[in-house]
């Protein structure tokens, strides 16, 4: 049985109106990595660093999917093999739009992390340093994100996957963060046949054996209805 591996990144949701990291006035263009996406400067300010995920939650509620990601849901729903959508992404467009097992190897904006006790729940809209952990009270909440420097959620499944892929497709991401940058290469060496689809060619675009370039919500679509017709 066919199995496909999807890896989105920030580029598949900007269409949704969602900001991307590396483009011209991307969030990096506008907050500096240090203060609000690494351990340390939650440490230093988490005030600051719940005001950023806290804006980010709220545009990410009022995001709707777009047909890229639409188009990912139909290709789970209507390929003969498995289809697992791995995301670099925070946001929750790819369950909106209908996609089921999605992996949010960096976390996700909707979920809260206790590091006291490790509890997790569903995130309020606002998070505050002095909230407490619904569990153990301790004030030791966070936003369940994977920072800079931390290890990103499932791993070990997600290298499982890349290995026994037929086909893995790179969609709106500039392969500028390890180990997701990785993914192709790691894949394409396993024996799947690899397709970039993003705006422009990412820096790693030497690691695919295929790429359309343009916007997801055009390339992604038709790249979806090739690959079921492929399978019929
Ligand atoms: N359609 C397709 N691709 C697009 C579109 C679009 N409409 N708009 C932008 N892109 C592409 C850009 O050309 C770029 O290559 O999406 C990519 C976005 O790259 P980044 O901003 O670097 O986002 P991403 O690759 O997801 O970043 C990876 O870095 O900061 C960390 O944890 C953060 O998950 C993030 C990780």
Redesign the pocket.
């Known amino acids: 049985m066919e199995k496909i591996v999807i890896l989105t990144?920030?580029?598949?949701s900007?269409?949704s109106g969602l900001g991307?990291?590396?483009?011209e006035g991307?969030?990096?263009a506008q907050h500096r990595?240090e203060d609000v996406?690494t351990p340390e400067g939650f440490a230093r300010n988490p005030q600051l660093v719940h005001d950023f995920y806290n804006a980010r939650r709220a545009q990410a509620l009022e995001a709707k999917p777009n047909p890229?990601h639409d188009a990912l849901a139909r290709l789970q729903r209507e390929a003969k093999g498995e289809v697992v959508i791995v995301t670099?992404?925070?946001d929750g467009l790819h369950e909106a739009a209908g996609a089921t097992g999605v992996m949010h190897m960096?976390g996700a904006l909707n979920a809260a992390f206790c590091a006291a006790c490790e509890h997790r729940w569903d995130a309020p809209l606002a998070m505050a340093p002095d909230d407490r952990c619904p569990a153990c009270q301790a004030t030791a909440t966070r936003p369940d994100i994977?920072w800079f420097g931390e290890m990103p959620y499932d791993m070990e499944e997600i290298w499982q996957h890349l290995e026994e892929a037929d086909v893995f497709a790179a969609?709106?991401?500039?392969?500028?963060?390890y180990p997701?940058a990785a993914f192709g290469q790691h894949a394409g060496r396993a024996g799947a046949h690899t397709v970039e689809?993003?705006?422009?060619p990412?820096v790693n675009s030497r690691d695919f054996a295929e790429a359309r370039h343009?916007?997801?919500?055009e390339?992604v679509p038709l790249w979806v209805e090739e690959e079921l017709s492929r399978q019929k």
């Open positions: 990144g920030a580029g598949i900007a269409e991307t990291f590396r483009d991307g969030l990096w990595i996406a890229a670099q992404n925070v960096h994977v969609i709106g991401t500039s392969g500028q963060v997701a689809l993003n705006l422009e990412s343009g916007s997801a919500s390339v």
